[in-house]
């Protein structure tokens, strides 16, 4: 089981990490196994860990009706009721290379808690990020559960950059820009007109302090969108050739 310490960083019991229980045999290619890994956030929180599969659409679905109206809002940027049957099959049926996604579980229930995915954008290196938990578990450390594990994943994909497409230009998202790391890219514009903040990839353990983990704060503070559903969306039907 992973424990994090209070600094955010993951001790690995037996030595073990996430691409010991479920690796990449080629690019493109499927998960090997798809064994769920257990972690402890600083909080004590207790959740598994895993790649995210086409039998997960119910998983899915149910998260989805759980979240309170603010934080669909938040997500898809409009009153939504329900996933489609195409949302549903954009989120799950991934290539887990140029698309990965993780979930989160109480292992206890089941339940879903959690999930982290990226979509490879238009640049080879650099790939689209975004982090949904539901409700009860948000501010428990969970999200950065989930990227820590994301990261490493996304490394092994060949991806250097996150891109994080701030919504709203408040503020706050304009202090993460102006105090981002030294040596990290510059923000720029997208085709849309909005401000693309290019986070380069943290050393393992080391999101929490990093610029990722700086966005990630602002989003769970409610400072701040980024990457709503449809940015992703957009990311995964180019990737499908749609």
Same mark, same amino acid.
């Given at each position: 089981?992973?424990?994090?310490?209070?600094?955010?960083?993951?001790?690995?019991?037996?030595?073990?990490?996430?691409d010991?229980?479920?690796?990449?045999d080629s690019?493109?290619?499927?998960?090997?196994?798809?064994t769920?890994?257990?972690?402890?956030?600083?909080?004590?929180?207790?959740?598994?860990?895993?790649?995210?599969?086409?039998?997960?659409?119910p998983?899915?679905?149910?998260?989805?009706?759980?979240?309170?109206?603010?934080?669909r809002y938040?997500?898809?940027?409009?009153?939504?009721?329900?996933?489609?049957?195409?949302?549903?099959?954009y989120l799950?049926?991934?290539?887990?290379?140029?698309?990965?996604a993780?979930?989160?579980?109480?292992?206890?229930?089941?339940?879903?808690?959690?999930?982290?995915?990226?979509?490879?954008?238009? +640049?080879?290196?650099?790939?689209?990020?975004?982090?949904?938990? #539901?409700? @009860?578990?948000? !501010? /428990?450390?969970?999200?950065?559960? &989930?990227?820590?594990?994301l990261v490493?994943?996304?490394?092994?994909?060949?991806?250097?950059?996150?891109?994080?497409?701030?919504?709203?230009?408040?503020? +706050?998202?304009?202090?993460?820009?102006?105090?981002?790391?030294? #040596?990290q @890219?510059?923000? !720029? /514009?997208s085709?849309?007109?909005? &401000?693309?903040?290019?986070?380069?990839?943290?050393?393992p353990?080391?999101?929490?302090?990093?610029t990722?983990?700086?966005?990630?704060?602002?989003?769970?503070?409610?400072?701040?969108v980024v990457?709503?559903y449809?940015v992703?969306?957009?990311?995964? !039907? /180019?990737?499908?050739?749609?």
């Open positions: 089981m992973r424990h994090r310490t209070q600094t955010g960083h993951i001790n690995r019991v037996g030595g073990r990490n996430l010991d229980v479920v690796t990449l690019p493109g290619a499927q998960p090997a196994a798809t769920a890994e257990p972690v402890v956030t600083p909080a004590g929180l207790k959740l598994l860990i895993r790649p995210i599969r086409p039998e997960d659409k998983l899915i679905a149910d998260g989805f009706e759980r979240l309170s109206a603010r934080s938040r997500r898809f940027f409009r009153p939504l009721d329900r996933l489609t049957g195409r949302d549903l099959a799950t049926e991934i290539d887990h290379h140029d698309h990965e993780l979930v989160a579980l109480d292992p206890a229930t089941g339940q879903l808690i959690g999930v982290a995915r990226y979509v490879q954008s238009g +640049e080879p290196d650099y790939a689209e990020v975004s982090v949904v938990v #539901g409700d @009860p578990w948000q !501010r /428990r450390g969970v999200a950065t559960a &989930l990227l820590e594990c490493e994943r996304a490394r092994a994909a060949g991806i250097t950059h996150f891109v994080a497409l701030v919504m709203d230009e408040n503020t +706050e998202a304009l202090k993460l820009f102006e105090h981002r790391a030294p #040596g @890219p510059p923000p !720029r /514009r085709q849309s007109g909005h &401000l693309e903040l290019l986070m380069e990839l943290p050393a353990g080391r999101v929490r302090e990093s990722l983990g700086r966005v990630l704060q602002a989003v769970a503070h409610g400072a701040i990457n709503p449809r992703t969306r957009d990311a995964i !039907r /180019r990737l499908r050739g749609e």
